[in-house]
């Protein structure tokens, strides 16, 4: 009995690849990466413990769901005949059994995360099951392969931000690229066991241009992690680990082109190993190797990030965190939408012409909202509440049709800042329309990033830069001692390009556009800024506003605004109140640049 206990055990360890974990090395590395950055070089212990454990068990798990599939196919194939199912060590129930107890412990681990995470982490366990069935099905299965390694760099994002961002969709491909390439070295040793079996493989594929291929897979893989490293201005010694691969990645396809006996193509692919640990310590030493503080973290549907130097003696960077995260969490509960006993939904809910308290915080917001109302002649207006659920862009269920006139008439009656009135003491709102319907989220991201900064200087961090969902002010210097960079985006929808970058010291930067969120109807596009004098999206040639000022709640509103009047209108109105503002117009012949002169001073004209 103990001889047959000791021979499964060996068999469930042979099953899940235990004596020879390079492909769970593979898998990690690009789940390090990205968690490693989004975190700003300090993740957490648990996040560490919960993304190491789970590329573990799901890469065992795609072990036991390959051999289950391919059962058949490994009697036939030399290097795979002697694998517990094909041999005969195990049975199709028990390795059903094992699969079982790696999904529970997937899903333990998973509970553990938030909800954007959960929901990519089912679509983790699609890819995984696909996987063994695509070497059927499509020529190049490597390159499923890669996506399915390259999701867990998006969950890993999603795990600390909340939410998915341009550096961990370029981890993402870079991974895929580097998948493909490696997998690609590996398939090496099975050509003839694949040409002879009939299965898809990418050597079979790329053929004598084997070498070329993988030298464009892997110079993707690089560029990709280059860009990652611009964005993210990790340090130097990431741009040494870089090198280093790029040259190693080279030797590598040199010795493909003269030709790889099976030992040497798979001595090359363990290989990958150390180069994804290679760059992990390059991102590593780069992102923590100067006095930089990094603290990231999901808040009001979307992220924020604070980086900061150097961290004053006798605070703790996990003290720092907690605090801001109460800051934002007191905030959210006071200005969300979409929690229906916020303080903001409570006003809403009170379908009253008396005077209501409210808190000193909320009275602030929205007397700032009033006031960038009454500059910008009514374009920005946080009483569109009713409209934006409207038009399916609020807290409500989302809508597919688009509003008919008389649904925003009878919308509108119930619109307007001109409805609502403040009282400063003691701090209290009154509408004079029962239903009146407040919506901060125009200004309360900014507000929150001035409370953060706020917060900063009250500790003596004089150095800083705060963001939330595009919103940002900064003050100080970076660690290096040059000005904080902000960069302006080109107003593209899929592409996220610079336009040009802006200097930014003890102010703030806010930007409006229509070119990413929109809705689709009947094949038109309905931009999500609505103009609350028409009730209807913004239909003008204006694709991008952004505005800096001493406040990022000042900004934030007033970038909608202005958006919401174009390019004209809102232009004479940016240049009488000293709005430094910059706006791009679209035009047939291109975009076209207008800038306000208070704006001037920030752009760098070389």
Not at 99 to 108: C, E, S, T
Not at 594 to 603: C, F, K, M, N, W
Request: glycine share 8%.
């Amino acid at each position: 009995m103990a001889v047959s206990l000791t021979s499964k055990m060996q068999a469930i360890a042979d099953l899940i690849r235990l004596q020879n974990q390079s492909g769970t090395v593979l898998l990690m590395m690009p789940c390090l990466w990205s968690l490693v950055l989004a975190s700003g070089g300090q993740p957490t212990f648990l996040m560490l413990a919960i993304f190491v454990i789970g590329a573990f068990v799901m890469r065992s798990a795609g072990c036991v769901i390959n051999d289950l599939v391919d059962q058949d196919i490994d009697r036939e194939v030399e290097r795979t005949r002697h694998r517990p199912l094909p041999s005969g060590r195990l049975s199709r129930t028990e390795a059903g059994l094992v699969l079982l107890v790696l999904l529970a412990v997937a899903a333990l681990l998973l509970a553990m995360l938030n909800v954007v995470t959960l929901l990519l982490g089912l679509g983790a366990v699609v890819l995984v099951v696909l996987y063994p069935f695509a070497k059927r099905i499509i020529a190049m299965p490597q390159a499923v392969l890669g996506i399915a390694f390259g999701w867990g760099v998006l969950m890993a994002w999603a795990a600390v931000r909340g939410t998915l961002e341009l550096p961990a969709i370029l981890i993402f491909f870079a991974t895929v690229f580097w998948a493909i390439g490696y997998d690609t070295i590996y398939a090496i040793q099975d050509q003839e066991d694949d040409r002879r079996i009939g299965v898809g493989s990418s050597a079979l594929l790329f053929g004598r241009f084997t070498w070329l291929a993988i030298a464009l897979v892997f110079s993707g893989m690089i560029a990709c992690l280059a860009s990652v490293g611009f964005l993210g201005q990790v340090g130097n010694w990431y741009t040494v680990a870089l090198v280093l691969v790029s040259f190693v990645m080279a030797v590598q396809v040199a010795m493909i082109r003269r030709g790889l006996n099976r030992r040497e193509a798979f001595d090359m692919f363990r290989s990958h190993a150390g180069i994804g640990v290679a760059i992990l310590i390059g991102l590593v030493i780069g992102l923590i190797g100067d006095s930089t503080v990094r603290v990231t973290g999901p808040t009001m549907g979307t992220s924020y990030a604070v980086t900061l130097h150097p961290l004053p003696e006798g605070i703790e960077r996990d003290a720092l965190q907690t605090e801001i995260d109460r800051i934002l969490v007191r905030i959210n509960n006071r200005m969300s939408t979409y929690q229906e006993h916020s303080e903001l939904s409570r006003f809403n809910q009170n379908q009253t012409i008396e005077w209501v308290d409210v808190s000193a915080e909320l009275f602030t917001v929205v007397d700032a909202a009033v006031h960038a109302s009454r500059m910008t002649h009514g374009a920005f207006d946080a009483t569109v509440g009713w409209l934006v659920n409207l038009w399916g862009f609020g807290p409500s269920i989302p809508t597919t049709i688009v509003p008919s006139d008389t649904a925003i008439s009878e919308v509108m009656r119930a619109t307007g800042y001109e409805h609502l009135h403040l009282n400063p003491s003691p701090p209290a709102l009154r509408k004079d329309v029962p239903e009146l319907y407040v919506d901060l989220s125009g200004i309360a991201k900014g507000y929150a990033v001035d409370h953060i900064a706020e917060y900063l200087d009250s500790v003596g961090i004089e150095n800083y830069l705060v963001e939330i969902g595009g919103e940002l002010r900064a003050n100080g210097k970076r660690q290096n001692g040059m000005t904080w960079e902000v960069v302006i985006e080109r107003p593209t929808p899929l592409v996220r390009e610079k336009y040009r970058t802006i200097k930014l010291r003890s102010r703030a930067i806010a930007t409006s556009g229509n070119y990413r969120n929109y809705i689709e109807r009947d094949g038109k596009r309905f931009s999500h800024i609505l103009n609350p004098n028409t009730g209807k999206p913004i239909t003008h040639n204006l694709a991008s506003v952004t505005v800096i000022r001493s406040s990022s709640m000042e900004a934030d509103a007033l970038a909608t605004g202005l958006m919401v009047l174009g390019p004209d209108a809102g232009y004479d109105v940016a240049v009488k109140e000293d709005v430094a503002a910059l706006f791009l117009v679209k035009h047939e012949d291109g975009l076209h640049e207008i800038v306000t002169p208070a704006l001037d001073r920030y752009l760098d004209r070389k």
